[in-house]
């Protein structure tokens, strides 16, 4: 049976009560609902994009419905990020939802027959691939035991990460993964925050410490403490991070006096989110934004916003810009 061993450190208590705080404002302050859609967006070309490797642009687009054509992998991780949107709240997770996460971020990258299926081939420092099964099996029973559950949620989110990275239960595509399940069992446990937060950000500008942390695991004999430390710390950062940006959002006055007066209609609210996003809203854009909506109720939605205050308007006619004032 599988049972982690680990030690709770200092720095590891220090980065839960930091999550702790964080987390308390974050999910008490009241923000603008297009600056929470915003931020809830924010993260996930965040997360996608580096995943990924691509640029935020690209995985921006793609997501705003601008473009089509992005590369498979983009598609398969904001696919992902249904799966865990719609993902039913739980408090055991399942073999089975791992090979479905696993489905969802490999589609169209591996063989349909690899889609889903534990890996067959040998890996040099992984698991082997008959022992895939029962390491897996005795993970989810772990995450499922009295012990797991008694265990603090962003350690056993953290456990869980590095198990499967260690596992490497799939032939490909096992980080994302490990993300996604990461991320799944934060919100079985209550710790989505809005859905406001990437992790995958940290990890990539601390290559040398995220490859440290991983590889302590199998040098200190299967010892989790260094890695946990590392992923709380992760956290910590990042939702101290957000935590700022939430108080500064929530002293935005300019926008919280137009709330006061007006109430943003569904389209207004996607008008300011492009906004924010690219700085310029032109008429040759209204189509690519709202292609089933009449030019004409769009420049009604304008006008008030305009009206507002919320945006300016540079130009005339045809050639007009708006943008955030």
Known sequence: MFVPEYSITTETLRNISNIEYARSIIENTVILPHWQKQLEKEAKI??????????????????????????QEIKNMVEAFRLVEDFPITNELDETDLKKIH????????????????RSVQSLVKTHPEEILAKITELIDWYNSLDARQTHPILSAGILKSQIDNIEPF???????????TYLVLKMNGYAIKNFFCLEEYYALNKTGYKKACESVRQ???????????????????????????????????????SGRIDLTTRQ?????????????????????????????????????????????????????????
């Open 269 to 325: 609210e996607r008008i300011v989110e492009y906004l924010q996003d690219y700085g310029v809203l032109t008429n040759h854009t209204f189509a690519l934004l709202f292609p089933n909506v009449s030019e004409d109720s769009i420049l009604r939605d304008i006008k008030t916003l305009l009206s507002a205050g919320v945006i300016a308007k540079k130009g005339k006619t045809k050639s007009s810009r708006y943008e955030l004032r």
């Open 171 to 181: 032939e490909k595509t096992n980080l994302p993964v490990a993300n996604i399940t």
């Open 103 to 118: 489905k969802v971020v490999s589609q169209n990258l591996l063989p349909p027959a690899k889609c889903g299926v534990y």
């Open 46 to 71: 965040r997360i996608v994009k580096n995943s990924c490797n691509d640029s935020a642009e690209t995985v921006k687009a793609y997501i705003d419905g601008l473009e089509r054509t992005s590369r």
């Open 220 to 258: 200190n004999h299967d010892d989790l403490t260094a890695w946990l430390e590392f992923f709380t710390e992760g956290f910590a950062h990042e939702l101290l991070v957000l935590k700022e940006k939430i108080l500064l959002l929530a002293r935005d006055t300019k926008l919280a006096k137009v």
